[in-house]
Structures are given as C-alpha cells and as structure tokens.
C-alpha cells in the first residue's frame, strides 16, 4: 500500500515539515511568471472560448532561488529533481541549480493538440520544457537507447482526465507523468510535488506503487486532487 501525505497550505512553510534527504523524486510544477504575458481569453460563436489567461497564483513572482534550499535538503543523495518551466525561467533555473548539482539537463514536452493561433501570427505554444537535475549515482530506469530522449509528446489533458470543476489551466496529462517517475525513480520510492494543483502527480505516483507527498495552496485544487489520488489508490 502506498504512503500517502497530503498538505494544503503554503508550500514554503509546509516543505519546512518534511524531513531532510526523505523524498526520492522531486517531480513539481510551479507557477512560470508568464500571467503578465496572457492576452486573454479568446471567445469564438463556434466553439467553447480558448483559456488563454493564467490563475492569480502566477503573478506573485516565484523564482528559482526560492526552492533551492529545502529542494536541496529534502532530496536523498541518489534522488532525481524534475521541474516543468517555461522558456522565461529556463536561464534563471540553469545559474540557480546548475552549480549546485553535477547534471542539469532538460526536457522538451511536445503538446499534440496545442492552442490553435487562429490568426496565424506566431508559432504555436506546442511545447514546454522541463529542468532535471540529479548527483552521480542517481537513479536512472533506462532498458535502450531510443528511451533516452529529452522529448516527449503527449496531448494535453482532454475528456475524461480534464477535471471540470475546478478547471486548472496548467493540468498536467498523467501519461507525461508517469514517464518521468517509471525512468527516475523505483518502486516503493517516495515522489514529492510541493506545487500539486488537482493531483495530477500524485494519481501517476500511486499507479506506479510510489508513496507521494503533496502540498497545494488552493483549498479547491486540494479537494479535487485529494478525491482523484485516493480514488486511484483503491482502484
């Protein structure tokens, strides 16, 4: 049975809980700064209105300087550390973590069914990166070669994984989750998202037998991934 730890509140206090060198996978999704650059949401006659705004939470300004200190001392010797950011951020996580651990790398999200630009004037926001960090010896599941990219594609969270009520704009499809916690971690590990929204984290966790802790500012988001995580844990 998995262990499971979940916390709502502010996760700069509550990560002050959880003891030293005790999570084996940081894999986390914390606000990216980009509220300021949202146009708004678009509205069409054919179809629902695109969400192209961003929840309040993503305009206090968070930086990577913020998570250093207890991501550093949460994290066991062998562990792994996974954070999605956008290309804003990238640089400053790289001056941030890169001293500070013996790889840092990075992954690229390939979204299938991106927001259309139905005026055609910039690229598509089709991918997001992910910053990983990890010390020698770490844990690291590759079985060949071709599973070893830093790219991977998925749609983003449609149907019936979409939680409705409340919507998180930034959902992450458990599919991309559960790659990162199969090649970073083992059975049995303990998984930690500090940043959990509606759970999404904590669901590709307990599927693949990890015990997770979660922390989650948002009482409503709290609700909904705590209903989720446990309803994976007794299926």
Request: charged content about 25%; some cysteine.
């Amino acid at each position: 049975m998995c262990e499971i730890n979940l916390l709502c509140g502010d996760c700069f206090e509550l990560m002050r809980e959880i003891p030293d060198k005790s999570i084996d996978l940081i894999l986390t999704d914390p606000p990216y700064n980009i509220a300021d650059y949202s146009t708004g949401n678009m509205k069409f006659g054919w179809r629902n209105e695109i969400n192209n705004d961003l929840a309040d939470w993503d305009r206090k300004i968070l930086r990577p300087e913020f998570l250093l200190r207890d991501f550093k001392r949460i994290l066991r010797p062998k562990g792994n550390m996974f954070v999605f950011c956008s290309y804003n951020l990238l640089g400053e996580y790289h001056r941030v973590f890169d001293p500070e651990f013996d790889t840092f790398q990075f992954m690229v999200w390939h979204k299938t069914n991106p927001t259309p630009n139905i005026r055609r004037s910039s690229f598509l926001n089709s991918c997001e990166l992910i910053i990983c960090c990890w010390n020698k010896g770490h844990t690291w599941n590759f079985s060949r070669q071709n599973h070893m990219h830093n790219f991977i594609e998925s749609p983003i969270c449609m149907g019936r994984e979409r939680v409705k009520n409340p919507k998180h704009p930034t959902q992450k499809p458990v599919k991309i989750l559960e790659h990162i916690i199969k090649i970073a971690s083992n059975k049995g590990d303990t998984v930690c998202d500090m940043f959990s929204g509606v759970g999404s984290t904590g669901v590709a966790a307990v599927n693949l037998g990890r015990n997770f802790v979660g922390i989650e500012c948002d009482p409503e988001y709290f609700a909904a991934g705590q209903s989720r995580i446990f309803e994976a844990l007794n299926d």
